[in-house]
């Protein structure tokens, strides 16, 4: 699987089941965190998604803008765990 179409998938999950906004497109460098798109009660949400469909496992630790902050971000991390 390639960076393009996880980025793809997981922003059409955000879309869908975290913002109820199937319409929203979510590009790749946006800020989910920092600009509050994403609060940190969805963010738990957007780690369940991520290791339901990518099969990886994502730590607590982990749950920051440092990590979860983009779409991008958050392919990358999905990658280097599969």
């Known amino acids: 699987m390639d960076k393009n179409t996880i980025i793809t998938q997981v922003g ?3 879309a869908t089941q975290i913002l109820d906004d199937p319409h929203r497109t979510i590009i790749a ?3 989910l965190i920092s ?5 940190s009660f969805s ?13 990886v496992q ?3 630790a982990e749950l920051t803008a440092d990590t979860f902050d983009s779409l991008s971000q958050l392919a990358d991390l999905i990658l280097a765990r599969q």
Do not use: M, R
């Not at 600009?35 to 609060?39: A, E, R, T």
């Not at 963010?43 to 099969?55: F, G, P, R, S, T």
């Open 12 to 14: 059409q999950k955000i």
């Open 29 to 31: 460098d946006e800020s």
């Open 35 to 39: 600009s509050g798109l994403i609060d």
């Open 43 to 55: 963010l738990v949400d957007l780690a369940l998604i991520v290791e339901e469909l990518y099969d």
């Open 58 to 60: 994502i730590d607590d």
